[in-house]
């Protein structure tokens, strides 16, 4: 029996989001399939609505046999990120309507203390942990509680995985490294999944927000393009290296 | 000793305030305003930015550089951005209304005044040709995209300059770096 390759793609509150984190899903395993089904690989592209599935999606394969996970989803530096409208939309309340509204005061897209006074949105992707939950919803002025599909790390078997698997985000920021938040108090979430694989696996995600568009392939299916941040066994490997240059053993660039 | 003490921790308690109240300026309130009650027609261009769940994704063509337009609607006409002609490279030509950002002092009064990416979207209509998503998929389960000539315009009827009629969505923009 040959391995897993896994690739999944999200919800999004765009219908033109979906279809193309479909068809970048499809890219995948098409390359996947080229390269890797005379080994006897088992493609499987599935698509989730929530965190829960992509923890249910990651803990369905056997033990050992996850060689290769992709991720085409929205995403930053807190986690892969799903967000629906909220209907009606909710109060912030003070502390919540406060802290969006200061985060983002002095950012090229503010926010009135108007606007932050209603969540007009919910978060249901996966994230970290729940510091990063939080500060994702403060940011976005998101609702996270009483989103029971709402999941974190800790709910994934990394036992799944096999020594040395790659693990790919295609979304946004994964491996965004804010200062002091990501330099002297957390992990970003790509080195916090890097922490929890194996010592030789691999884990890629982008430093900035990903735009099909501009893949200079010409290829707007194909979201293996820009600066990327490398990690091995919770190290980082490569720093803000171009992807289209590099290429991993089990990866879909090997 | 301890008065040493004492004043470090005076000192640092001080100087924590100083900085929280230096980031937080609790003594500026911030607001946009139209820049005016006329209706302004921009071209926009659709691109496909999907970072994020909330990244912008129509941007004004201009010389140079182009700038994100965070798009505000009426009930009554569809967003853009949700439609089948959210496809990368569409153009559109929008009617509707600009504004700035206001950053006021509230103990002397003084404002700062700045442009802002918003616009309220009275009526919008596809550049032809354009391309947009189809219900279809190909072989391999793709999305198919198709072109089209036909063409598509969206007006708020019942536009009578009234800001509060108009929905503005949480946007950021995602191609400033």
């Known amino acids: 029996m040959g391995s897993t390759r896994l690739i999944i793609y999200t919800d999004s509150r765009k219908k033109s989001d979906v279809n193309t984190f479909k068809n970048a899903a499809i890219t995948l395993s098409k390359t996947y399939k080229a390269k890797y089904a005379k080994d006897g690989d088992n493609i499987k592209v599935v698509f989730v609505k929530d965190g829960k599935e992509i923890v249910k999606a990651i803990n369905a394969v056997p033990r050992g046999k996850l060689i290769s996970l992709d991720i085409v989803s929205h995403g930053n530096q807190g986690g892969i990120h799903i967000s629906r409208n909220l209907s009606p939309a909710e109060k912030a309340g003070y502390v919540k309507k406060n802290m969006h509204f200061q985060i983002r005061k002095n950012s090229d897209s503010p926010q009135t203390e108007t606007d932050a006074e209603l969540m007009e949105e919910s978060m249901h992707g996966l994230y970290s942990d729940s510091m990063s939950k939080i500060g994702v919803s403060f940011y976005y002025n998101q609702k996270t509680s009483h989103s029971p599909n709402i999941a974190t790390l800790d709910e994934i078997n990394f036992n799944v995985f096999a020594e040395n698997s790659v693990v790919e985000f295609h979304g946004c920021r994964t491996a965004e490294v804010i200062p002091v938040l990501n330099t002297w108090l957390k992990d970003n979430f790509a080195q916090k999944i890097s922490n929890l694989l194996g010592k030789k696996s691999t884990v890629i995600g982008h430093i900035t927000n990903t735009a099909p568009d501009k893949n200079p392939n010409g290829n707007v299916n194909d979201y293996r393009y820009g600066r990327v941040r490398v990690y091995e066994n919770g190290k980082l490997l490569k720093d803000s290296v171009e992807r289209t240059k590099l290429r991993f053993p089990n990866s879909s660039t090997p | ?177």
């Not at chain 2, 946009?32 to 909330?54: F, L």
């Not at chain 2, 990244?55 to 439609?83: Q, R």
């Not at chain 2, 009526?123 to 219900?135: F, I, K, M, Q, R």
């Not at chain 2, 279809?136 to 708020?156: N, T």
């Open chain 2, 1 to 177: 000793m301890l008065k040493t003490l004492k004043i470090v921790f005076s000192l640092f308690v001080l100087l924590f305030i100083a900085a929280a109240f230096y980031m937080l300026v609790p003594l500026e309130s911030l607001y946009e305003v139209r820049v005016t009650n006329k209706i302004e027609s921009i071209s926009v261009k659709y691109i496909n930015v999907t970072g994020e769940p909330n990244c912008a994704k129509l941007y004004e063509v201009l010389d140079g550089a182009d700038s994100a337009v965070f798009t505000a609607y009426p009930v009554t006409v569809p967003a853009i951005e949700e439609t089948s002609l959210a496809y990368s490279g569409n153009v559109f030509n929008i009617k509707g209304y600009r504004y700035n950002w206001v950053r006021e002092n509230k103990l002397t009064g003084n404002k700062k005044i700045t442009k802002s990416n918003r616009i309220d979207v009275s009526a919008w209509e596809v550049e032809t040709p354009y391309t947009l998503w189809s219900d279809e998929l190909d072989k391999d389960g793709m999305q198919l995209v198709i072109k089209s000539e036909e063409p598509v315009k969206h007006v708020f009827k019942d536009d009578s300059g009234n800001n509060e009629l108009y929905r503005k969505d949480n946007f950021i923009d995602c191609l400033l770096d």
